[in-house]
Each structure stands twice: as structure tokens, then as C-alpha cells.
Nanobody
Framework: QVQLVESGGGSVQAGGSLRLSCAAS????????MGWFRQGPGKEREGVGT???????SYADSVKGRFTVSQENAKNTLYLQMNSLKPEDTGMYYC??????????????????????WGKGTLVTISS
């Protein structure tokens, strides 16, 4: 059973930075897609950034150049570095995992229903 636990959320002013972490355990597939998704107030859940076992990444257009997804396999941890934060980045951020995945990272970014496991989320609030 895969378990994902997010941390690092908080409240910052626009222009600031945050780094989210996702501690993962229990996954066994060599091929996978992991990533970050978010849901803002009154909005649908959307992909933010994804990464696969080869280190390939994909990002939503709204965060390109500002956010970076990375992974530290030795620690089984996924990160999301968020810079130049904007009020529209406010929302609950979720870590997710899809095992035995042979597709492209942009596919799991665009299709959250592909992801098999989800964390409970961490709240990010950006004030103007």
C-alpha cells in the first residue's frame, strides 16, 4: 500500500517562495509517474507538475518557470519548489502516484484520474 504524506504548506505573501515535500512509502514499481496537483477555492483539481522514474518532468503553463518538481530517491521524497508565488496559486496541494506507468509525464499531469494514490494535501495560501 502506497502512502503519501505532504508537508511544507503555509501562508506567504505574493512574490514569496515555499517548498512542499511529499514523503512516499510502499511503492514498488520501477516505472511510475508522481506529481503535484492543486485545487483552489471554487476551482477544479488541476495538475501542477509531474515527474517520472527517469526524471522527465511536465508542468502546467501557469507555473512554468516558477515551480520545479524534483525527487530524492534515497529519501523517497518528492518536492515542489514554488517561487514568485501569486494569489492565484492559493489552494490545497496534493501529492499523487501512479505505479506501473509507461506513459508520458504530460499525460498524468493532464489526467489526475490516472493517479492511483493520493496524499491528504497541504494548504498553500498566498496573500496579495
Amino acid at each position: 500500500q502506497v502512502q503519501l504524506v505532504e508537508s511544507g504548506g503555509g501562508s506567504v505573501q505574493a512574490g514569496g517562495s515555499l517548498r512542499l515535500s511529499c514523503a512516499a512509502s510502499g511503492y514498488t514499481y520501477r516505472r511510475y509517474c508522481m506529481g503535484w496537483f492543486r485545487q483552489g477555492p471554487g476551482k477544479e483539481r488541476e495538475g501542477v507538475g509531474t515527474i517520472d522514474d527517469d526524471g522527465n518532468t511536465s508542468y502546467a503553463d501557469s507555473v512554468k518557470g516558477r515551480f520545479t518538481v524534483s525527487q530524492e530517491n534515497a529519501k523517497n521524497t518528492l518536492y515542489l519548489q514554488m517561487n514568485s508565488l501569486k494569489p492565484e496559486d492559493t489552494g490545497m496541494y496534493y501529492c499523487a502516484y501512479a505505479g506501473n506507468y509507461y506513459g508520458q509525464t504530460y499525460s498524468c499531469l493532464a489526467n489526475p484520474n490516472i493517479m492511483d494514490y493520493w496524499g491528504k494535501g497541504t494548504l498553500v495560501t498566498i496573500s496579495s
